[in-house]
């Protein structure tokens, strides 16, 4: 069993920056597909970013040049930094593993094995 514990979310104004951090209970890096997944009021969830655990990074479309995902693996922890962040980001971000990466990209839930409680984000105009 993996515990994964989110922190890092906050108020910003658009243009503004973050970087979420995901505790993980032990080791994941060697096994899970490591990513985040985050859903906004009144939408589905929808996959934000992976790193693989090869290092392989991928992003959705509307993140990409905005956002990095990296881990630090011997402090078993997940990051990330988000930047110039506009009022549709605005979501609770959830840090996910995953035996592959496309189950957290593309929200696939049956395929996720553990997920954290969530921090909330939220850009203002």
């Known amino acids: 069993q993996v515990q994964l514990v989110e922190s890092g979310g906050g108020s910003v104004q658009a243009g503004g920056s973050l970087r979420l951090s995901c505790a993980a209970s032990?080791?994941?890096?060697?096994?899970?597909?490591m990513g985040w997944f985050r859903q906004a009021p009144g939408k589905e969830r929808e996959g934000v970013a992976t790193i693989d655990t090869d290092g392989t990074t991928t992003y959705t479309d509307s993140v990409k040049g905005r956002f990095t995902i990296s881990q630090d693996n011997a402090k078993n922890t997940l990051y990330l930094v988000m930047n110039s962040l506009k009022p549709e980001d605005t979501a609770l971000y959830y840090c996910?593993?995953?035996?592959?990466?496309?189950?957290?990209?593309?929200?696939?839930?049956?395929?996720?094995?553990?997920w954290g409680q969530g921090t909330q984000v939220t850009v203002s105009s």
């Open positions: 996910a593993a995953a035996s592959f990466c496309g189950a957290v990209l593309f929200y696939e839930a049956p395929y996720i094995t553990y």
């Open positions: 032990k080791d994941t890096y060697r096994t899970y597909c």
